[in-house]
């Protein structure tokens, strides 16, 4: 947090997501944990106060400056009261999904008082037998993988877990925060450029912030990727890109377990990162059929933010991301093609300094006039249709004030003109894709999660395929041929690299 002039500064990064907040368009991260059984609102308030207001901003408001060239900044809320931001509500008749997927829409559509910290949670009862609790924290705060792991802070290991200590023995401990994301950016210590591997067996994209910088700071590969940036095509009109309202809607799918994902990985050569998006792209395709939309030859891009938080760092709040650009083939109706496709396209954006390029423009759009900013905010969001945002989840159960979470999903915002947001999240071995919609374009979000599915499905015969060849094989048959099914159900022919069941077309 900047120190100028005796005043906590937003940086250029955090106002330029302040600054992006539009009626039609909220800069909130939305998130959603569920319960089979009820909380008790006591000790989930308690919780609260010791755990999420020890972090300074989610008791501070944000003060816009008097000078048209001036910076927001920070400052302690005088009247701060946790009740004006803890809500306690009922969810309505029939009490289902479909119940909670209005009430979260509508939350989602609901900006928050600019006067006041600029978050909200929600304990919603009545969720069947159990009960839900729903965060609303604004982009300015941090960013999608800080606010993720903010929330997962608050729960424990254990259902018998100790009550929160005091908060001044709080404070003088290691922030849950800073160790939950380190446990996780642990494991992608190696990792230096765009990766599609799973991070606590999650959806991630990652990337070395410090190796990114050095690679800016040679010029030539900045220049370009500056020049790709800027001088992409737009992306071609779709159902999914148009006038904004306010109304937004979301959705989820049902939990997909993480190792029918494997198993397909595993029999197409391909990365659990190249099954989801093969599937969440061949759900749009479906979804623009359905609607009656052309599909061949579609291509458009969605923006995936990558870390850039320097990984032997300790975590801190604030936004330290990127942005790159990945084209989706939806116009490819063959599943396998797709796949192929799609990581030929991921692979094509590892070692970019791309993400680094947006980082600074951002920068850039927090320190502009108005003006200038809405023209630069603009001219980006022309050249993508949707926002893709994969956080990983913990691997095992997790527990709110002593209460086993069953699930948990959360939606990004979609800055300025773009309609469609997609988010993956794992957790205790399952997978959730959630979509935030806006409701003029996309009013039924579910059809998509609906279709999510049937493409999983259709992925999944080609594992009954592979089986059902191996079973008539002997075991010990080991003839040197890469183990890949091709789109025909037929095993690859080409030889397997040397310590790899797969060819250099199927290695992951």
């Not at 061949?282 to 458009?300: I, K, P, Q, S």
């Not at 599943?335 to 496709?341: G, M, S, V």
Request: hydrophobic share 40%; glycine share 8%.
């Amino acid at each position: 947090m900047a120190i100028l002039s005796g005043k906590n500064h937003l940086s250029n990064v955090d106002a330029a997501w302040l600054s992006m907040e539009d009626p039609t368009n909220l800069m909130m991260v939305t998130g959603v944990m569920m319960f089979d059984q009820p909380i008790e609102f006591e000790r989930l308030k308690e919780t609260i106060r010791h755990r999420l207001l020890r972090f300074d901003r989610f008791s501070m408001r944000v003060v816009q400056p008097k000078s048209r060239f001036g910076k927001p900044y920070w400052e302690k809320d005088p009247t701060f009261n946790l009740d004006a931001h803890l809500h306690r509500i009922a969810l309505p008749a029939p009490q289902n999904q479909t119940a909670l997927q209005d009430l979260v829409s509508d939350l989602m559509s609901t900006p928050v008082d600019y006067n006041r910290p600029l978050w909200h949670m929600y304990l919603i009862e009545n969720y069947g037998d159990g009960c839900v609790v729903l965060a609303k924290l604004h982009h300015a705060i941090a960013d999608g993988i800080a606010l993720a792991y903010i929330l997962l802070s608050l729960t424990d290991d254990s259902p018998d877990a100790p009550e929160p200590p005091p908060p001044d023995e709080t404070r003088r401990r290691r922030g849950r925060l800073a160790s939950l994301v380190n446990t996780a950016f642990s494991l992608a210590k190696t990792s230096t450029k765009l990766t599609g591997k799973l991070v606590s067996e999650g959806l991630d994209v990652l990337a070395d912030r410090s190796k990114l910088t050095d690679l800016a700071q040679l010029g030539a590969d900045s220049a370009a990727s500056a020049g790709r940036l800027f001088l992409r095509l737009p992306d071609p009109p779709t159902i999914f890109k148009g006038k904004l309202g306010v109304a937004k809607r979301a959705a989820w799918s049902k939990p997909v377990p993480l190792a029918n994902v494997k198993a397909i990985g595993k029999v197409t050569g391909g990365t659990v990162n190249d099954v989801l998006l093969t599937a969440m792209t061949g759900a749009l395709r479906r979804y623009m059929a359905e609607r009656g939309e052309e599909t061949g030859g579609v291509n458009f891009r969605a923006v995936i933010p990558v870390n850039l938080r320097p990984l032997e760092d300790e975590p801190e709040l604030g936004n330290h991301f990127g942005l790159v650009f990945l084209s989706l083939p939806v116009g490819i109706a063959d599943p396998i093609d797709r796949l192929y496709e799609l990581k030929k396209r991921m692979d094509a954006l590892k070692g970019s300094t791309e993400a680094v390029i947006a980082f600074g423009i951002l920068g850039a759009i927090g320190l502009s006039p108005a003006e200038i900013r809405k023209i630069v905010i603009d001219m980006l969001q022309a050249k993508a249709t949707a926002v893709m945002t994969n956080v990983p989840g913990p691997r095992e159960q997790r527990y709110l004030a002593g209460v086993p979470m069953r699930s948990v999903m959360f939606w990004v915002p979609q800055a300025g003109r773009l309609g469609l947001g997609i988010s993956i999240l794992s957790y205790a071995g399952e997978v959730r894709l959630g979509v935030a919609t806006d409701a003029a374009l996309v009013p039924d979000p579910e059809r998509i999660t609906d279709f999510f599915h049937d493409e999983f499905s259709d992925l999944m015969k080609l594992v009954e395929t592979a089986r059902t060849g191996e079973s008539s094989r002997s075991p010990a048959a080991d003839d040197g041929r890469c183990q890949a099914i091709t789109k025909a159900g037929h095993r690859c022919k080409n030889k397997a690299l040397p310590g790899s069941p797969y060819c250099h077309i199927h290695r992951q």
